[in-house]
């Protein structure tokens, strides 16, 4: 039965007249030469010993080999956590948990930072040592977990009715939405040490931090307003009728409202922030796509570029890729688009 449904469909759409047949067929050629050459590419003229000899510098750069160990329980402790989290998602286990999840998140994440810096009894690794896979995701998640409440800030402050608060958010968001990013990044490389005292010198990778931060959050904001923007005024009544102030009131009844609206465009932030941290290259920080150019500058390794740049490729999009099916899961969980 589904196979005569399938002829069906193809001599309905593919071969309904001879013209549509002649292009069917010369699709079909195009694109079987097409897989063939791809095919043929990848396994027979590719030269992929660039990526097994330098694995470990793209995943964890120059960190020092005898503490990786420490790394090592990093991924443990993001792997545990996110097995929970699943868990918990895919109602496997009781909602009771659902309270500690966020805790358990947010106390991880000094501790991961402890393990990878050092410090506190642990022997320290300069942030110079962090590289490659390692300092793409430090930087990403780190300016993400940081950019969220500040444009969730800069989206109630641009709503509020404060003269001065709601046109500093706007002069901020609007500046710093009509610059580039490679800009932003400049500047912060350059101009943030300048407002500091002399003695007080930013780490380069704080500095590359911030100015993802920085520019991440004005787009955030955005996303932030407009979910505002779509909670209907019987909402604030309602709020106001049961004697709840303003804070309370955003924190309780609009905020998780509103975020619940534009999860697909947070995500949809969070997947480009995470794909901009390439431009931190530009600056001087060897993430992953500068450890790639310092790979690629080997004299055994040169114009090597597709291998080299797919696999980065590859690896951009196996996280990005787990982000939207985390947010897809997370959609139909809380029923978006559906009631």
């Given at each position: 039965m589904a196979n005569q449904n399938i002829q069906k469909w193809v001599k309905k759409n593919l071969f309904n007249s001879w013209y549509n047949s002649f292009l069917t067929v010369v699709c079909i050629l195009l694109v079987s030469s097409a897989i063939t050459?791809?095919?043929?590419?990848?396994?027979?003229?590719?030269?992929?010993?660039?990526?097994q000899a330098n694995l470990s510098l793209f995943l964890v750069g120059r960190y020092p080999a005898e503490l990786y160990w420490r790394l090592w329980l990093v991924l443990a402790i993001i792997l545990s956590l996110s097995f929970v989290s699943w868990v918990i998602f895919t109602q496997?286990?009781?909602?009771r948990f659902n309270t500690f999840l966020p805790?358990?998140?947010?106390?991880?994440?000094?501790?991961?930072?402890?393990?990878?810096?050092?410090?506190?009894?642990?022997?320290?690794?300069?942030?110079?040592?962090?590289?490659?896979?390692?300092?793409?995701?430090?930087?990403?998640?780190?300016?993400?977990?940081?950019?969220f409440p500040l444009g969730v800030l800069l989206a109630l402050g641009r709503q509020s009715k404060l003269f001065v608060i709601k046109n500093f958010s706007i002069l901020y968001i609007e500046i710093v939405r009509g610059l580039p990013l490679i800009g932003i990044l400049f500047l912060a490389q350059v101009m943030l040490p300048l407002f500091l005292p002399i003695e007080f010198r930013l780490d380069r990778v704080i500095r590359g931090i911030a100015g993802l931060t920085l520019f991440s959050a004005a787009y955030l904001a955005e996303n932030v307003r407009g979910g505002l923007q779509s909670i209907p005024h019987g909402q604030y009544e309602a709020a106001r009728a049961l004697a709840l102030n303003t804070p309370l009131m955003m924190l309780l009844i609009i905020l998780p409202q509103a975020l619940r609206a534009v999860i697909p465009a947070l995500v949809g932030q969070f997947i480009g922030l995470f794909k901009d941290t390439s431009l931190l290259s530009i600056v001087g920080l060897l993430e992953l796509t500068g450890i790639s150019r310092s790979i690629l500058a080997q004299p055994q390794f040169l114009n090597r570029y597709a291998e080299v740049y797919l696999f980065v490729g590859l690896l951009y999009w196996i996280f990005c890729y787990a982000m939207s099916l985390t947010s897809r899961r997370l959609e139909k969980q809380l029923g978006i688009g559906q009631r």
């Open positions: 050459n791809i095919f043929n590419w990848i396994f027979k003229q590719a030269q992929w010993s660039v990526i496997r286990l009781s909602s805790v358990a998140w947010a106390l991880s994440f000094p501790v991961v930072l402890w393990l990878i810096g050092g410090g506190l009894g642990l022997q320290p690794v300069d942030t110079n040592l962090w590289n490659g896979l390692l300092l793409t995701l430090v930087t990403a998640v780190i300016s993400i977990v940081l950019s």
